[in-house]
Nanobody, 126 residues
Framework: AVQLVESGGGSVQAGGSLRLACAASGSTISNYYMAWFRQAPGKEREGIAGITSGGTTIYADSVKGRFTISQNKAKNTLYLQMNSLKPEDTAMYYC????????????????????WGQGTQVTVSS
């Protein structure tokens, strides 16, 4: 089983940037489909970006054009580059991994992922 640890969260002003990292251990990310989710207070966890082992990506409309998901297989790490941040991006951010393939849109579905990190907080002030 893979273990996931997120880092890189913090506080930033609107319009700023952050890069989140998700370090994997116990298994190589090449064997997994991976994604980033976020959960704001009082809201459900939502999928925002997903990536296949081959590098195909999918994004939620709310982050498309601002966020970029990528992976460094040599470092066994998943990344989320977040630009043009908005106050509504404030949330706990989680990375997730699974070995079962469904369809590309399923990379944004919470039900499709077995392995989760503990989360990293992102706060965007106006």
């Amino acid at each position: 089983a893979v273990q996931l640890v997120e880092s890189g969260g913090g506080s930033v002003q609107a319009g700023g940037s952050l890069r989140l990292a998700c370090a994997a251990s116990g298994s190589t990310i090449s064997n997994y489909y991976m994604a980033w989710f976020r959960q704001a207070p009082g809201k459900e966890r939502e999928g925002i970006a997903g990536i296949t082992s081959g590098g195909t990506t999918i994004y939620a409309d709310s982050v498309k054009g601002r966020f970029t998901i990528s992976q460094n297989k040599a470092k066994n790490t998943l990344y989320l580059q977040m630009n043009s941040l908005k106050p509504e991006d404030t949330a706990m951010y989680y990375c997730a991994a699974d070995q079962q393939w469904w369809l590309l849109p399923d990379l944004l579905s919470i039900d499709r992922f077995e392995y989760w990190g503990q989360g990293t907080q992102v706060t965007v002030s106006s």
